[in-house]
Every structure is written in C-alpha cells, then in structure tokens.
C-alpha cells in the first residue's frame, strides 16, 4: 500500500493534475452554486473536455475535482436560497437556510465548509483503508436486500419526518415512488402512466422534480410574504466565526457522521443523499432535549450531520466504482462511462494493473477538499452577496434560474410547463404542511427500488426471497418497526397521560 | 375540514385512478411471453396504489394524532392568512413563467429571457428602468454565452424568423 500511495503521491502532484483538482474544483463550485445543475449534469458537461484531455489520471482528477467543487456548491445555494440543486444537499437546507434567515448566514457556509472538509478527508482516508476489503462487504448483497436497504432508506426517512406527521411523510413517499413510474422502467422496455403524451415517455427528470419542489414554493412564499426573505437580508456577512463551544459540538457529529456517511456511500444506491439525511435523523435522535428542539431552525449539529455526512457519502461511492467497476449512484455511473470512454476499465484489477489511477485519485481527493478549504472560505463573503440583492430582482433571478436548470437538462419547452405545474402543488403541499424532502427521495429511489424488486421476485420466482434471505427479511423487519415505532410511542405516552388523570 | 385532509381526499382519489389504471388497463398489452414472469410491469404500481390509499385514508380520517399543536409563528407561511398576501402577484409570476414556457422557442432565448425579467420585477413593484433594463439585457447575454459557447448547450438566441 505505501509503495501505491508513493506512486499516487508522484502522479497527484504533477503540475498538470494539480491544476486540475484546482480547476475541477472551482468549475464544480460555481456550477453547482446554481440551484439545478447538480454534479451530474456539470459531470456529463465536463465529460467532453476531460476525454480531450486522453491521460485518464487527469480526466478522473478533474472529474472528481468537478464533483466535489458541485456538491460544496449545492450546500451554499441550500443556505442561501433554499434551493438545493443536489439531492444530497437537500437536508443542508433543513438548518442551513434557517440560520442564513436568522442573519448567521457566513457562519452557517463556514461550518457547512468546515464539515464539508472534515467528511471529505476522513472519508478519502477510510477509502485508502478500506477500498480493498470493503468490495466484499458490497458483494455479499444482493437484488433483495438493495431492495429491503432501499425500502429502510424511505422509511427512515418518513420516520424521522417529524412527530405526527409520520403517515403525511410516508404519503409523499408514496407520491413520489409513483411520480417514478411515469415513463419506461428500465427492466420492462414498457411506457406506463404516460398518457399517451412523448414527453412523459422518457418520465419526470429529477432536476425539474427538485425545482419544483423546493426552489419554486420558497420563491413563491417569497412573493407572498414579503416580510419572509427581510430578516435574513438586511445582515452583513461578516460573522464567519463560530465560537469554540459550537466547534466542541460540532466536532463529534463531524466524526460519527463522516464515518457514517462514508460507510453508507459504499452501498451502491444509498449515496450522498441518503447519507445526509440519515446522518440528520440519528443526530436528531441522539440530541437531547433543547438541542433536538433547535433541529430545523438553525441547528449546529444539523447543518454539520448533512454536510460531513454526504461529503464522506460522496469519497465513499468511489469505492464500488474503483473496486468493483460498479457505480454506485448517477454521479459515479457517468464517471464509469467517461472512464471506459478513456480505455480504462475500473474494476478488480484497477489496482494491479494501473495502480497510478487508483491512488493519484485517491491522493487528487486530499488535495481537492484542501483546494475547497482554502478557496471557498475566503469566497464566502462574495458567495454570500447573493442575499444582498434586492428582492424585486432576486426573485425573478430565481425563477429564471429553475426554468433554465429544467430547461438545460431536457432541452424540452414541455419540461418548463410540467416545472411550474409541479410546482404549484407543492406550494399547496407546503402549505398544508406536508414534508416535500420523502417525495423527492422516493422519487430518486423509485426506478432502483423496482428494478431490485423485479429482479429479485424474477430469481425467486415470486416473493420467496422475503422468507429465504434472512438479512432481506431483517432489513424489513426493520422498516416496518420503523414506521410504526413513533405512532406506538405517541399511543403508550398518550395512555400514561390518561392514567395519571385517572388516578387523580 | 383542513387542508392538509383535503389534499388526502385528492390522493386517495388520485391513487384509485392510477389503481384503476394499473389493475385494469396495463396487464392485456402484455405480450404472453411476459406474463410467465411472475412480476409485471403492472406489479409494482398495483402495490403502490393500495399502499397510497390506506396511507392517505389514515390522514384522511386523522388515525394519527399530532403530538403536539403548536400554535404556527407570524413569519411562518399560513394558508389561512392567504388573503393578506400578495397573490396576484404570485400568480401574475406564474403565469409569466407558462408564458415564457411557451415563448423560449419560437421566440428566442434573448428576447424571452430578457422580457420575462423586466416583467417579473415589474410585477414585484419594481419601477426603476434604467437598472431593470440593462441588468436584465447583460444577465440574458452572459447566460446565453456561458450556456452556449462554454457549456455546448444549444440554446437559439433569436427569433425563430432569423434562421438560427
């Protein structure tokens, strides 16, 4: 392993592969500030200039670089507009964008900085560690169990939505699994749900989904409500600082969640987003008292849970690519496919045969979340003029901003109409105080979720495999306590309430 | 009845017509070699259909109790105070951006972008032309160029008309 690290060390530090970490990194980061163009449409845009590059070392450099540059990005447009153009960091938005409304916006991008880099670090040593033995660990799942892990995934989340609203949760994870079956499934080559109109045929694009979701209502509250956006407005962004008794909070949600995240990024379709929003509930669960009360209005610990979780989340979804030559997510399978453009095939014997690859990236990703370190701390202040601008220009900026992500993704007019369309019923949702993050992830998981429950009933000729996989079986075990758990506690804490006034 | 039922009504309704849809019209397409399969293109919506209806009936008839109401705070967004908002702005923009649906292609990225940001912050009250004007022109020109040149996405800059 030394002698890899000597090799990655030579070929990281070339003044050609140093340049471009740099260049990755800030192209990611700018891109990715914009609200809709997540990593893996800045990825798929970069792929052309990285294959004309022809050293794949330096293609993948960059590639990574633009990766982590775009999720950094997404986490300062949660912040500062509410609007996540990465699913990953959609729960940054939960406590990021309420201390930006509170006036601590510059101390909100700092900490989600600093535990962006925590992550990123701590996740780029665990992969050095455990790249070669965790590849076992994925292989021992199979289509069942994704589909049981995916299945935990949502009801998790809905779980963990909030107090009495677990079924509303587990409703627009419903709506979202369903909005997922518009369109040709992957295993069935069949359109479904398309009323008979082409523009559904290739189903709903997770940009637009996103947009309408969340960048549209909060904009349209904007409108609504203009004494909303004023409080966070008038402030300057000069408090970067956060004082030492938030770094002592910070520092072991930073560490549990950067290994966490890690760990779940391996599974290959649980990325950085389920790790984000995992790492946010058990922080909230682990919290007590007044600190779980703060989760959702501008919360230290939920602002750092997210960002370390899904920077680790995202280092450690290079594993299964890098070991396996499987992608674990979107963002790693267009990666795949610009590697294998380069005559690379990653894979087992990535390691043997070009260990120049393997480790130059590994090393590229030290010097990359230095690179963000260094170079978004001191653009924080600018990055943060955004809220500065008036509201009268700022709001059409933002709606201009959400068609145009719609619109670059698809190059489709339609795609524009079903945006606002979407968009006004999740500004009715809002309203009736329904939770839009379950939708959206039940959306993003849908597609994966069929294909490895059609699989597995396809291998077992029905829904044997429930009953024969005992880690499947567990894992829904698991799901369902899960979704039962908190109405089971309200109940028994509702009984003992009447008990006590019984025996009064 | 609240809202948030309300909306449990619609999609309790919504997913029987998609039950409908998926029970009752998808399984005859199959081609008979398919349905030895034991899973279908129908399987999992018909799942999702009935999940969909009991979860939206539990909010619909309030199984599940809230712990704890609290009373929502001045700045939170509340339909019930949605007459002192302002909504006609809110749809004027909304109808804006259907426009701009429609007008991004035949029209040209250049003049519809261009327009629907004058407009949009001439419906937010904004009234000073000489700012709106040239911000919204420079704002639709570098977009365009970054779009276009940097990125290679192709985006028609002018009217359909010019042969672009």
């Known amino acids: 392993m030394l002698e890899g690290i000597m090799i990655g060390l030579s070929a990281a530090f070339s003044i050609q592969n140093l340049l471009m970490v740099i260049a990755g990194c800030l192209i990611g980061t700018f891109i990715g500030m914009l609200p809709g163009l997540g990593p893996m449409s800045i990825i798929a845009i970069m792929i052309p200039v990285a ?47 309420p201390m930006a409304l509170k006036g601590e916006a510059g101390k909100a991008l700092t900490i989600a900085a600093v535990a962006s880099f925590a992550g990123g670090t ?74 008979g109109l082409m523009d559904l045929q290739s189903g709903i694009s997770f940009i637009t989904l996103a947009m309408a979701m969340f960048a549209l209502p909060e904009a349209m509250f904007l409108v609504l409500n203009p004494a909303r956006g004023a409080t966070g407005k008038s402030s300057e962004i000069s408090n970067l600082r956060f004082t030492k008794d938030e ?26 987003t389920i790790a984000s929003f995992l790492g946010y509930a058990v922080e909230r669960n682990i919290a007590k008292g007044e600190a779980q009360a703060e989760f959702g209005k501008g919360s230290v610990r939920g602002l750092a849970a997210p960002e370390s979780a899904n920077n680790a989340a995202c280092t450690g979804s290079f594993v299964p690519l890098l070991t ?26 990535l390691m043997t045969d070009t260990p120049e690859i393997f480790w130059a990236v590994i090393i590229s990703m030290f010097i990359g979340n230095l690179v963000l370190l260094i170079l978004n701390l001191p653009l924080i202040p600018y990055i943060a003029k955004i809220l500065a601008v008036p509201r009268n220009f700022l709001i059409p900026f933002i709606l201009f901003f959400t068609l145009m992500g719609a619109y670059i993704g698809q190059n489709n007019a339609t795609e ?83 008990g006590v006034a019984d025996g009064d | 009845m609240a809202l948030d039922r309300w909306i449990a009504l619609v999609f309790v309704v919504f997913c029987c017509i998609y039950g409908y849809l998926a029970f009752f019209t998808m399984d005859h397409l199959l081609p008979p070699f398919m349905q030895r399969n034991p899973v279908w293109p129908s399987t ?22 809230p712990e704890n109401e609290s009373e929502p705070s001045a700045s939170d967004i509340n339909y019930r105070r949605l007459h002192e908002y302002n ?32 407009a949009g912050s001439f419906v937010l009250g904004e009234r000073k032309w000489h700012v709106m004007v040239p911000v919204a022109l420079i704002a639709a020109g570098s977009i365009w160029y970054l779009v276009q040149e940097v990125l290679g996405i192709f985006l028609r800059p002018f009217p359909y008309f010019m042969g672009v």
Do not use: W
Not at chain 1, 57 to 66: C, D, E, N
Not at chain 1, 326 to 348: M, Q
Not at chain 2, 88 to 105: D, F, N
């Open chain 1, 51 to 97: 294959i004309t590059l022809g050293d794949p070392t330096a293609a993948l450099i960059l590639l990574a670089g633009v990766y982590y540059g775009a999720i950094f990005g997404g986490s300062t447009s949660s912040i500062l507009l509410n609007a996540p153009g990465v699913a990953g960091t959609v729960a940054t938005s939960f406590d990021g964008y």
């Open chain 1, 122 to 195: 701590i996740g780029a040593i665990l992969l050095m560690i455990f790249a070669p033995m965790l590849s076992t660990v994925a292989l021992l799942f199979h289509s069942a169990e994704y589909f049981a892990l995916m299945v935990v995934g949502l009801s998790a989340i809905a779980a963990f939505a909030g107090t009495g609203q677990v079924a509303k949760a587990l409703m627009m994870t419903i709506l979202g699994l369903i909005l997922a079956t518009v369109g040709e499934g992957a295993l069935f080559n069949m359109p479904r749900f398309t009323l």
């Open chain 1, 247 to 272: 770094a002592k909070i910070m520092a072991p949600v930073i560490g549990r969640q950067s290994v966490q995240g890690f760990f779940i990024g391996v599974l290959p379709g649980a990325g950085a």
């Open chain 1, 324 to 349: 396996l030559g499987i992608p674990g997510s979107g963002t790693t399978a267009i990666l795949l496919g610009a590697l294998i453009a380069l005559n690379v095939t990653p894979g087992p014997r």
């Open chain 1, 416 to 498: 524009l109409l079903i945006l606002v369309g979407l968009g006004v019923v999740a500004t009715i949702l809002r309203f009736a105080d329904y939770p839009l993050a379950p939708l959206l992830i039940g959306f993003i998981l849908g597609t994966m979720l069929e294909d490895n429950f059609a699989r597995s009933m396809q291998l077992y000729r029905g829904l044997d495999f429930i009953l024969e996989r005992p880690m499947t079986m567990g894992l829904l075990v698991l799901a369902a306590v899960l979704v039962l758990l908190p109405s089971y506690r309200a109940r028994r804490a509702r009984r003992r309430a009447e």
């Open chain 2, 44 to 65: 999992f919506p018909k799942l999702l259909a009935i999940g969909g209806c009991i979860v939206g009936l539990v909010v619909l008839l309030g199984l599940e109790k």
């Open chain 2, 87 to 118: 909504l006609g702005q809110a749809l004027l923009l909304i109808g804006l951006m259907v426009c701009y649906a429609l007008a991004l292609r035949p029209a040209g990225f250049l003049i519809s972008t261009t327009v629907f940001l004058v």
